[in-house]
C-alpha cells in the first residue's frame, strides 16, 4: 500500500495523521512535497516549519510557497523584514497591503540596511513613487546636515 496513492481521496482528518506522522517522524514513505496539493492551508503551514526546522530534510521552502495561505506568507515576509532581511522567495506571494508595509517601514527608517530594489516589480506605483521622494528628500537633507557640519568645521 503506497500513502502517496492515497492522498487525493483523504478527507482533513486523514491529511492531519499523516502530517502528524511525518512530524514526528513516524511517516517516513511519503514526500513532504507530494502532500502539498491535498493539505489544507494550516497543514502546509505545519508542513513549512517542520521543513525550516529540519534543513537536512532538504525541503526547498519555495516548493510550498504556492501552498501556504496569504495571511501566513505576509507573516513570515514581514517577520523577515524586521530582523533586517527580505525573503526574496515569499516576495510574489506576498500581498500588496505587506509590501506597503516595507515601504512605510522605509519611509519611517531611510537609513535602513535593507536592500528594497528587488521589491519594485511586485510594488503599486504610488509605493515606488513613496519610495523615490523618500530617497530624495533623504538625500537632500542629508546633504544639508553635511554642507552644515563642514561649515561648523572651518
Request: charge should be negative; include cysteine.
Amino acid at each position: 500500500m503506497k500513502i502517496a496513492n492515497m492522498l487525493p481521496f483523504l478527507d482533513d482528518e486523514g491529511m492531519q495523521q499523516i502530517v502528524d506522522g511525518i512530524v514526528d517522524g513516524t511517516i517516513t514513505d511519503v514526500s513532504v512535497t507530494s502532500l502539498l496539493p491535498f493539505a489544507n492551508e494550516q497543514q502546509v503551514g505545519q508542513l513549512y516549519k517542520f521543513s525550516l526546522a529540519h534543513p537536512e530534510k532538504n525541503i526547498s521552502p519555495s516548493s510550498f510557497l504556492p501552498f501556504l495561505g496569504d495571511v501566513f506568507v505576509d507573516d513570515e515576509f514581514l517577520k523577515e523584514l524586521d530582523e533586517g532581511r527580505i525573503a526574496k522567495a515569499l516576495i510574489p506571494f506576498v500581498s500588496d497591503k505587506a509590501l506597503h508595509r516595507a515601504v512605510e517601514a522605509y519611509v519611517q527608517n531611510p537609513d535602513m540596511e535593507i536592500d528594497l530594489d528587488c521589491l519594485y516589480p511586485f510594488l503599486d506605483d504610488k509605493d515606488v513613487t513613496l519610495l523615490l521622494k523618500t530617497y530624495l528628500s533623504h538625500k537632500k537633507s542629508k546633504v544639508a546636515t553635511d554642507t552644515t557640519d563642514d561649515s561648523a568645521n572651518d
